[in-house]
Nanobody, 125 residues
Framework: QVQLAESGGGLVQAGGSLRLSCVASERTFRRATMAWFRQAPGKERQFVAGMSWSDSSTAYLDSVKGRFTISRDNAKSTVYLQMNSLKVEDTAVYYC??????????????????WGQGTQVTVSS
């Protein structure tokens, strides 16, 4: 059974940092483009960052460029999202997603095959 498990969310003040982690089953992770999405209350889920398995190319939402960094540790089947200089508008539930066998990073959620349960990130002013 495919599983993605996020952790690392929490409450942080604006300007602070958090690192999210997502552990995947090895079979899923080995050839999957991994991504982070988020959904704020009353809003649609949006792509935040992604990294391909083939060449480690990345893509980011414009509003997080320079603040967030996605990375992956293939030995641990884990993808990370380092979030710095957090803003109140970054508050959302963050989801890890896997697009198995994809070699490019796609930004629409329909492309992703597997999803985690989500982790809450709350940034206070």
């Amino acid at each position: 059974q495919v599983q993605l498990a996020e952790s690392g969310g929490g409450l942080v003040q604006a300007g602070g940092s958090l690192r999210l982690s997502c552990v995947a089953s090895e079979r899923t992770f080995r050839r999957a483009t991994m991504a982070w999405f988020r959904q704020a209350p009353g809003k649609e889920r949006q792509f935040v960052a992604g990294m391909s398995w083939s060449d480690s190319s990345t893509a980011y939402l414009d509003s997080v460029k320079g603040r967030f960094t996605i990375s992956r540790d293939n030995a641990k089947s884990t993808v990370y999202l380092q979030m710095n200089s957090l803003k109140v508008e970054d508050t959302a539930v963050y989801y890890c997603a896997a697009d198995q066998f994809a070699t490019v990073v796609l930004t629409h959620e329909e492309a992703y095959d597997y999803w985690g349960q989500g982790t809450q990130v709350t940034v206070s002013s």
